[in-house]
């Protein structure tokens, strides 16, 4: 049923309905347990070259073999997003972020004790792909959990920067990521690596799941969530009334899916990989250059959230979208040079720009939504992530390989953030606004402001 909006623009002082009702302790656990997810993805990626010879014999085709792993298990990312969405929109956000984070823990153990080729031959393979995919599940439901929670439980004036904080968290994951990665590589001998070095990065990341499974057991629900129960203003068929009433919001978040994610994937994760098979770098080399990176995401996304609240969601992630556009190609052009000084500025700049769109979405994609809605249709989302996530860096390395063409990857980011550019100019401005418990019919044009869940 679609009921009137009582929201509406709040000031920076004024908090909306039901934020601020959850205690720090429990906004600083869920923002911090955003290190685990991408502390395991990432770490897969940074992690190719040494798979590729355990899992698959090494040769020319392994790494792509690999990648496709990688590839295939993100198919079922917006599946976990679709069914932990429609859960968490029924029985609550704090359930979502339990049960996701117990499929992880366990995902990451398997991986650790999992049998190589040398042991099982081919039948490895199979196994690392079965674990991806209910890795990638678990955290298709676990991001969107998190944000979703993050931005129900803060005042308005501050949403984007504690979403921010989050995302920077998920940075830390991925610096721990490929500080493992090459702290591993470095210490130990290629043959050591291979036998049971590699299982080091995953048993830690295992760890760092158990630790925050416990954490979070001593959550509070989002405040917009017990609201939106109290007030009856649940809807029965989340998925559905997605579907019937928000279709222009899920295509919003989808184009700042899709930036997100492409800048980040193809311009932050893949970076080693190019910088070992295309820069002629050493791998480990290749990774401590990462690293610079990663803590270059980390810096810049509190620094985001911060002008993403003060300036609004639109012009900052359109802002972050034209440097995309304008200089992606650019930085390619310096990693392929092999000096290690313009390498690790084509990085750092790829990095930055990838932490600003990844902060600024943070908060601008759950604002998009009502709450009674909001976990499902960020799942619908998701297919983007898979798309220009999950499937990147594989067609990245085969586009590479296959046509010579180095500067590839920073063409492919370049032409995402252009077709992206039209969409950002018209998104409907949501920093300052209280959000809106119930779903309402989305007539958003470039005319007609969004009244998805804000009341303009």
């Known amino acids: 049923m679609l009921m ?11 908090r909306a309905h039901g934020a601020g009702q959850v205690s720090r302790a429990s906004i600083v656990v869920a923002a911090l347990s955003t290190v685990v997810e991408w502390y ?14 355990v899992f698959f014999g090494g040769g020319a085709d392994s790494i ?24 968490g929109d029924l029985l609550g956000r704090r359930a979502v972020l339990l049960v996701s984070m117990s499929f992880m823990t366990a995902a990451m153990v398997l991986t650790a004790l999992l049998p190589t080729r040398e042991h099982i031959g081919a039948a490895a393979a199979v196994l690392l792909l079965v674990l991806r995919c209910a890795m990638a599940f678990s955290v298709g439901g676990e991001y969107t959990g998190v944000m979703t929670y993050l931005v129900e439980s803060s005042a308005p004036a501050h949403r984007g920067l504690v979403a921010s904080v989050a995302s920077a968290a998920s940075e830390i994951g991925a610096l721990l990521a490929v500080g493992m990665t090459a702290l591993t590589t470095a210490l130990l001998s290629t043959a050591d690596l291979n ?19 416990v954490a979070r057991t001593f959550l509070s629900e989002s405040p917009e969530f017990e609201r939106s129960v109290r007030t009856r203003t649940t809807v029965r068929s989340p998925l559905a009334t997605t ?10 978040v989808f184009v700042i899916s899709a930036l997100g994610s ?18 002629g770098f050493a791998e480990s080399d290749a990774l401590w250059l990462s690293t610079v990176a990663a803590a270059a995401v980390i810096a810049i996304t509190p620094v985001a959230g911060l002008l993403a609240d003060h300036f609004g969601r639109r012009p900052t992630l359109f802002l972050f979208g034209g440097l995309a556009a304008a200089l992606s190609t650019a930085m390619f052009v310096l990693m392929d040079t ?11 700049v790829l990095a930055l720009i990838a932490g600003g769109v990844s902060a600024v979405g943070a908060s601008a994609s759950p604002e998009q939504f009502a709450t009674a809605n909001r976990l499902s249709g960020l799942g619908f989302a998701t297919v983007a992530t898979t798309i ?48 809106t418990p119930h779903v309402k019919q989305d007539m958003h044009t470039p005319t007609t402001q969004s009244v998805t869940s804000v009341d303009n």
Request: proline content about 8%; hydrophobic content about 50%.
């Open 243 to 252: 579907l019937r009433y928000q279709r222009p919001a899920v295509l919003r």
């Open 338 to 348: 092999g000096r290690p000084v313009t390498a690790l500025t084509g990085a750092a």
């Open 195 to 213: 036998s049971w070095g590699w299982r080091l990065p995953f048993l830690f990341g295992a760890l760092l799941a158990a630790s925050t499974l």
């Open 40 to 53: 395991d993805f990432t770490l897969y990626l940074f992690m190719t070259a040494v798979l590729s010879r």
């Open 388 to 435: 220009f996530g999950g499937l990147t860096p594989y067609i990245s390395q085969a586009l590479v390989t296959a046509t010579g063409l180095n500067l590839i990857p920073g063409v492919m980011v370049m032409v995402v953030a252009l077709a992206a550019l039209p969409v950002l100019w018209n998104l409907p401005e949501t920093a300052y606004r209280r959000m």
């Open 64 to 87: 792509l073999s690999t990648l496709a792993v990688f590839a295939i298990s993100y198919f079922m990312r917006p599946l976990g997003a679709l069914v932990f969405g429609h859960v």
């Open 262 to 279: 492409i800048t980040y994937y193809v311009g932050v994760t893949y970076v080693p990989t190019y910088l070992t098979s295309v820069g």
């Open 4 to 14: 009137s909006d009582p929201g509406g623009p709040v000031g920076p002082g004024n």
